[in-house]
């Protein structure tokens, strides 16, 4: 099992490097076109500024290659909001892979959400053992609204989008490797996804 870490100079990929180990594997970090195309699986990892982390990309030639992979690819966080069409932080295009624009929380609720919060209406694989109302961890001021697309969901103000899938694209606004057994269980699930390519 050949897993990557797509490695763009976004912050927290220690942790989920870390994650995987728990779990009994070693996750690659790689910026290398080839490595990625030939993982098993990917992980699409983010932490910081939306319009930076694209230019990160672009400057890579990465923005090309991500949303032409063929096997299961996992977006985290900033990760999976830059599978979107948009952001409004910093009037980002995204990758175009999940058909939603990200937005800002409102001024109703204090932002940036940090902390522990429920995931509800739980779809697709990746939940896999997982009950409903389980508890996963959050950080960010931004969010994917509630779409076709969406596999979990939680509540914030109003509810959102906590994970997102199309196709063999999957992308949670929570950060497994930082969501105790719950998390784990998501990434054991994730590893254990067998796509058939499109």
């Not at 990917?42 to 090309?64: C, H, N, T, W, Y």
């Not at 694989?125 to 939680?154: G, Q, R």
């Not at 490797?177 to 058939?196: A, C, D, P």
Request: with cysteine; hydrophobic share 40%; glycine share 8%.
């Amino acid at each position: 099992m050949k897993i990557v870490i797509i490695d763009y100079g976004a912050g927290n990929i220690q942790s989920i490097k870390f994650a995987f180990q728990r779990l009994g594997y070693n996750a690659i970090l790689s910026k290398d076109a080839d490595e990625i195309m030939a993982a098993d699986k990917v992980i699409f990892p983010g932490v910081g500024e939306a319009s930076s982390a694209m230019k990160k990309l672009r400057e890579s030639k990465l923005d090309q290659i991500i949303p032409k992979l063929k096997q299961p690819v996992l977006g985290i966080c900033l990760g999976m909001q830059l599978m979107c069409h948009s952001s409004e932080e910093g009037d980002t295009q995204g990758l175009g892979i999940f058909d939603v624009d990200v937005v800002k929380f409102s001024k109703e609720v204090k932002v940036p959400q940090i902390g522990w919060n429920q995931i509800t209406n739980l779809k697709s694989d990746l939940f896999k053992n997982v009950k409903e109302k389980e508890h996963i961890y959050l950080v960010h001021s931004f969010y994917a609204p509630l779409c076709e697309e969406t596999i979990a969901e939680a509540e914030y103000g109003l509810g959102y989008s906590a994970a997102l899938k199309k196709d063999n694209f999957y992308g949670t606004q929570f950060h497994p490797e930082k969501s105790s057994e719950v998390g784990e269980q998501i990434l054991r699930n994730f590893i254990e996804i067998i796509e058939t390519p499109v």
